[in-house]
């Protein structure tokens, strides 16, 4: 099976990025119109909120699509799956979980994965994501994203479990990378070095989170423009973007992605950077925490399609 899923790999995401139209049209009918109405144009996502729900479904907000939260959908059930499953019906779905502890050595949780399996069979997405980290050891959890140490033993150990993943979903998954405030004397090669391997090794995607990477360039020093030359441009299948905060420690500032600013300055010049090397892939924005009105989301959304030079539809 994973031979299966790295030699169709391409295929099913190209199809999948190909369903993205410009406008809050319902999946099935864009599958209908691919060649006439898609035609690759893709608008920029939003990050799928409890709140927002009831809104999203009355008005159908100018957005390309959204991302919910796997854990968030795994009841049985219950109003959270039926608004899931009404949003799903006006616009494309993705999937991005935050509770596998890709990068524990604790054994992969069957019964999460078996609900994420059915998630994915429901609701059809169009990317399914994780993140490079871990965040359990000893069956006890943090409410965190942690980096791991990039050595070729982390290496061999993240491509095994990101296989095991896509082995039981039958299909690709991208992974994220995370924003860091510390790095391992251990390490053996970069984060992006370590991310290309990744791929390679295991025949995942990658979804690049731009804030991620300015938040920790500033943190530890490095150029972030560098981290976009170096991945490779082909395995970049979605971007996000989000908002941070800057904490003062002393005489240094240290920069926390806590996903719930409006995206700066700075992350938005990287943005555009990062489309001029990896095209118009999904871009989605972010916001987690002191979550606003729908309204600033999508107009979030939409300076971002303004920065991509994406064109910009009024939703049916």
């Known amino acids: 099976m994973r031979a299966a899923c790295r030699r169709h790999a391409d295929t099913q995401v190209s199809e ?37 729900h009831a809104q999203i479904v009355a008005q159908r907000p100018a957005i390309g699509w959204l991302e919910a939260h796997s854990e968030n959908y795994f009841a049985h059930g219950g109003s959270q799956r ?35 399996e059915r998630l994915v069979h429901e609701f059809d997405p169009m990317l399914v994501s994780e993140h490079l980290s871990w965040g359990s050891i000893g069956g006890r959890f943090v409410n965190d994203l942690l980096p791991l140490p990039y050595t070729e ?8 479990r990101v296989g095991q993943v896509q082995d039981v979903l039958g299909r690709q998954i991208l992974i994220e990378n ?17 991310l290309t391997a990744l ?8 979804l690049l989170d731009v804030n991620n ?52 300055q700075a992350v938005w010049e990287l943005y555009a950077q990062a489309v001029e090397r990896f095209g118009p892939v999904p871009t989605l924005i972010e916001w987690d925490t002191d979550i606003p009105a729908l309204d600033v989301l999508v107009g979030e959304a ?7 030079q994406v064109p910009r539809a009024v939703a049916a």
């Open 82 to 116: 039926e608004s899931l499953r009404k949003i799903r019906a006006q616009y494309p779905l993705s999937l991005h979980g935050v509770g596998l502890s890709l990068g524990s050595i604790d054994p992969l949780d069957r019964q999460h994965l078996r609900e994420l």
């Open 302 to 308: 939409h300076e971002a399609d303004r920065v991509a």
């Open 213 to 264: 990477i300015y938040v920790s360039a500033m943190n530890h020093g490095f150029h972030a423009p560098t981290y976009l030359q170096a991945v490779p441009a082909a395995a970049v299948r979605e971007i996000h973007l989000a908002g941070h905060a800057v904490n003062r420690v002393g005489p240094r500032e240290i920069r926390i992605d806590t996903h719930g600013e409006p995206v700066c």
């Open 178 to 194: 995370v924003s860091s405030y510390l790095q391992f004397t251990c390490s053996q090669m970069t984060e992006w070095e370590f």
């Open 16 to 52: 999948a990025v190909s369903d993205l139209s410009l406008d809050a049209t319902p999946l099935s009918s864009c599958r209908e119109e691919r060649a006439a109405s898609c035609s690759g144009r893709v608008r920029t996502g939003i990050g799928l909120r409890a709140q927002h």
């Open 199 to 206: 791929v390679r090794e295991s025949g995942c995607a990658i």
């Open 153 to 160: 033993e982390a290496l061999q150990h993240m491509a095994e």
